[in-house]
């Protein structure tokens, strides 16, 4: 299914994204400095309103546990 491949072409770039509109896309995790989660990352761009909501509800769909997740199953 051509979804499996954009799948992993979306998150570099929601991450360049958010890094472009200066949203943070790292934490502090046991002294370590890590990326954000994607289910984050995407609440971070809806919070900001940087993706539409037919976006933000899409990749939701796409990547969060709540719909099919299908980056990691």
């Known amino acids: 299914m051509c979804t499996d491949l954009i ?3 979306i998150e570099p ?5 958010a890094k472009r509109r200066k949203i ?4 502090l995790k046991n002294d370590t400095l890590q990326e954000v989660p994607l ?3 995407i ?9 539409s909501m037919q976006d ?3 990749f939701k769909f796409l990547y969060v546990v709540e719909g099919q997740n299908i ?3």
């Not at 609440?43 to 993706?51: A, C, D, G, S, T």
């Open 43 to 51: 609440r971070r761009l809806e919070k900001n309103e940087e993706l």
């Open 71 to 73: 980056r990691n199953n």
């Open 7 to 9: 799948v992993l072409k």
């Open 13 to 17: 770039i929601l991450r360049d994204l």
């Open 24 to 27: 943070n896309t790292t934490h």
């Open 39 to 41: 289910e984050e990352l």
């Open 56 to 58: 933000v509800e899409f």
